[in-house]
């Protein structure tokens, strides 16, 4: 890959989602990172589990140390995420009402405070709608998480402190299975009602993002993807591809082909999508993936662009 997608872009952000474990110990990381992308994302570091691993004590090492590893290599950086309910810290899983709440708005207030002027796009809930939800009658489902179950206003209360300390930052909503994949339509238009609903109330939001976290047995078509991005715009709101990636049934040619063209339905829609500003991947080769075993990402573990690195280069 010596010659990166980034080449190729203009204003348009492709990004990856970094991991110091690989950079450290993967010989080849930094330099194909920082040769195909223009953007990056903390695949762990900025999350509440690491920065604050023990209640009131915050680490900002490992996320300071993924934005300077963006800006060293010409990189914009997204941040992500500030609320989440899945892998978290015991302290913060086992707080009960307003304690959970003060926890939240600290937390908050406290990042977004260290990260002033240096991190312009947060995450500030990830995955707070039921992934089973259907989106009948124009509602959705909460997921029934510990923030739920103890803070039922989590969502409004993060966004509304978001924008309070910093006004100056892009505030996403980020989910999975809200692409518009058949089997997770449902999800799809849950999704989308929470956050109109959220629109229509006042909350401060700014964008969607869609993970795009599919199967090659399980996708959206180039329509319905274009289709949500087109109803998120009708609300005034961007869009951003945040962690794609598409899981293998095996490392055959036949998949890879399908692989490839899936990555290029989600690009092509992004592009076409006035409202669509950046594509990220969440891993940067096979075997250094969230899902090794899957051959998801667009570099195959000799860090080799596959069949889907050159649909990509072609659509730009
Ligand atoms: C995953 C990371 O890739 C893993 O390394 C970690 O163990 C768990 O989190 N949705 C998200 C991401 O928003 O933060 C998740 O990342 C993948 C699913």
Same mark, same amino acid.
């Given at each position: ?11 348009? $952000? ?17 330099? =194909? ?38 800006? &060293? ?14 892998? !978290? ?13 003060? =926890?939240?708005?600290?937390? *908050?207030?406290? %990042? ?12 500030? %809930? #990830? &995955? ?31 966004? $509304?402190?978001?924008? &309070? ?8 909503? #980020? ?14 238009? =849950? ?5 109109? @609903?959220? %629109? ?22 180039? &329509? ?8 998120? =715009? !009708?609300?005034?709101?961007?869009? !951003?591809?945040?962690?794609? @990636? ?12 399908? !692989?490839?063209?899936?990555?290029? %339905? ?20 096979? #075997? ?6 899957? +051959?998801?990402? *667009? ?9 889907? +690195? ?7």
């Amino acid at each position: 890959a010596e010659i990166g997608l980034r080449e190729y872009t203009n204003d348009f $952000k492709i990004g990856l989602a970094l991991n110091s474990t690989f950079w450290e110990g993967v010989e080849g990381y930094t330099e =194909a990172a920082r040769n195909i992308f223009n953007m990056g994302v903390a695949e762990n570091g900025c999350k509440l589990s690491h920065i604050q691993a023990e209640k009131g004590v915050y680490d900002f090492s490992q996320c300071d140390s993924h934005l300077a590893k963006a800006i &060293e290599n010409n990189m914009d950086f997204r941040g992500h995420c500030l609320i989440w309910h899945n892998y !978290q810290p015991e302290w913060f899983v086992n707080l009960k009402g307003d304690d959970l709440r003060n =926890a939240i708005v600290e937390h *908050i207030t406290t %990042v977004l405070n260290h990260y002033r002027g240096k991190i312009d796009t947060w995450d500030v %809930v #990830n &995955e707070a709608v039921d992934n089973d939800s259907t989106g009948e009658n124009g509602g959705w489902e909460m997921r029934k998480s510990f923030l739920y179950n103890e803070v039922p206003d989590f969502v409004d209360l993060a966004f $509304k402190t978001a924008r &309070e300390v910093d006004p100056n930052v892009k505030l996403y909503y #980020n989910d999975y299975n809200n692409e518009g994949s058949p089997e997770k339509m449902g999800k799809s238009i =849950a999704v989308y009602n929470f956050v109109k @609903d959220m %629109v229509e109330r006042g909350v401060p939001i700014d964008g969607v993002g869609i993970q795009y976290h599919i199967k090659t047995s399980s996708y959206p078509a180039y &329509e319905d993807v274009m289709d949500f991005m087109a109803k998120y =715009a !009708q609300l005034g709101l961007e869009v !951003q591809i945040t962690e794609m @990636d598409v899981r293998c049934d095996n490392n055959t040619k036949e998949e890879f082909e399908k !692989q490839a063209e899936l990555y290029g %339905v989600a690009l092509r829609a992004c592009l076409d999508s006035p409202n669509c500003n950046a594509f990220l991947i969440w891993g940067l080769a096979d #075997n250094l993936s969230w899902k090794v075993g899957s +051959y998801p990402d *667009i570099l195959d573990d000799d860090l080799k662009p596959k069949h889907a +690195y050159y649909t990509l280069l072609n659509i730009l």
